[in-house]
């Protein structure tokens, strides 16, 4: 029986495959949030990093009307739905 050393090439690979599956699960429990009746609700910095813009620019189509949002005590949320419907009806297709 061969002793298993840090320096072994197979072990090394090993660990590597473990750090790969960790970032893997880590993705996933990063992105998996519990449903509130079906629906996901994303936060400012969720929702300014989807749409790329910041959360200053949040806060005006807040205050325009142009995006629907939730305030709950100092919080404000948005519903995915919510989200998904602004960016179809400002889609804009292509005319050529």
Known sequence: MDLITTKDKDFVAFLAELDELLEVIEEVVDNCKPALGGERFLTDTEVS???K???RTLQ???TQGKIAFIHLG???LY???????MLQEN??????
Not at 79 to 85: A, K, L, P, W
Not at 91 to 96: E, G, L, P, V
């Open 79 to 85: 519903r995915e739905s919510d989200i998904e419907e």
């Open 74 to 76: 100092g919080k404000v």
């Open 60 to 62: 005006d189509y807040r």
């Open 91 to 96: 889609y804009c297709k292509a005319w050529q």
């Open 49 to 51: 990093k989807l749409l």
């Open 53 to 55: 813009v910041s959360r």
